[in-house]
């Protein structure tokens, strides 16, 4: 890639073991990070030496064992702007931004919970999620955007003199409030929640919704990127804006609470398609 063309905005979909991909073009090839010394993105000053120095899988193990997904599939990364299909492993999908302790600690933690919501997804149809599945739900939904911002939104490209391309504002306060467990500094942040009725085993869409800033005049859309995500038969819409607003889900799309039941769900298929979120900054 040299200089992107076309805006995050465009979706990217990505389709595992498909016999007929559905692939829609995006604009934005992953890039690696800045090289050099590197503070986790979670807990950032807490660090203090322990430096980034842990890859964070877009899907992990534990993750994929619930949902019955083979990470050596290979996945097709595309770029409709130069016509480039990539193939690569899904479990090469990684970005080292952060560091061992919170890998292997409340992220590791946070992986293996999702087993609960794969139980509560394919069980009895009027069984409510349930706090502590909700929490669980709604916090790895949030991380994987969050890695997802690096990964796609060329976050880690934040503040570089020489990039020319597109990015998103690295979502640091954010990630900080999850790492401590700050609900209240999330409370903004929307997880909606539908079901996939595509084949897909896991795909992923990352970019920018519609922004009005206050007065109703358009807003900067770096400020609030979206990315839906979609594991097995569930599919996750998540906005992170970077300050207070007013998150409109196209219908179907449920928020992510205790009460939520399988049988709220979407029965017929959402386009992935992140033009249908829209934020409205207050
Ligand atoms: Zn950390």
């Known amino acids: 890639m040299s200089a992107v063309k076309a805006r995050l905005g ?67 990364r595309v770029d409709g702007d130069v016509e480039e299909i990539r193939w690569m492993q899904l479990n090469g999908i990684k970005r080292r931004c952060v560091c061992t302790r919170c890998n292997n600690g409340w992220m590791n933690r946070l992986e293996h919970s999702m087993a609960g919501i794969a139980t509560w997804i394919s069980g009895p149809i009027g069984e409510p999620i349930g706090a502590a599945r909700a929490l669980d739900l709604r916090n790895w939904a949030l991380k994987t955007h969050m890695l997802l911002c690096f990964i796609e939104g060329n976050a880690g490209r934040f503040g570089e003199d020489t990039f020319t391309g597109e990015y998103v504002v690295p979502p640091v306060t954010p990630a900080k409030a999850l790492y401590k467990g700050d609900h209240n500094a999330l409370a903004h942040c929307v997880v909606g929640v539908t079901r996939s009725t595509s084949r897909t085993d896991f795909a992923w869409s990352f970019g920018t919704p519609s922004v009005t800033a206050p007065g109703g005049v358009k807003g900067h859309p770096r400020f609030a990127p979206v990315s839906i995500v979609t594991v097995g038969s569930l599919q996750l819409w998540v906005v992170v804006p970077l300050l207070p607003a007013r998150v ?35």
């Open 10 to 76: 465009n979706v990217r979909l990505v389709r595992l073991s498909a016999s007929r991909p559905e692939l829609v073009p995006s604009g934005v090839h992953h890039r690696s990070m800045a090289n050099g010394r590197v503070r986790c993105l979670f807990c950032y000053e807490d660090s203090g030496d322990n430096l980034v120095a842990s890859s964070e899988h877009l899907l992990s193990r534990p993750v994929a064992a619930a949902f019955g997904i083979d990470r050596r599939s290979s996945v097709a």
């Open 248 to 282: 409109t889900m196209p219908a179907g799309v449920q928020v992510c609470r205790a009460g939520l039941r399988p049988d709220e769900l979407a029965r017929t298929g959402h386009p992935m398609n992140l033009g249908l979120v829209r934020v409205d900054f207050e």
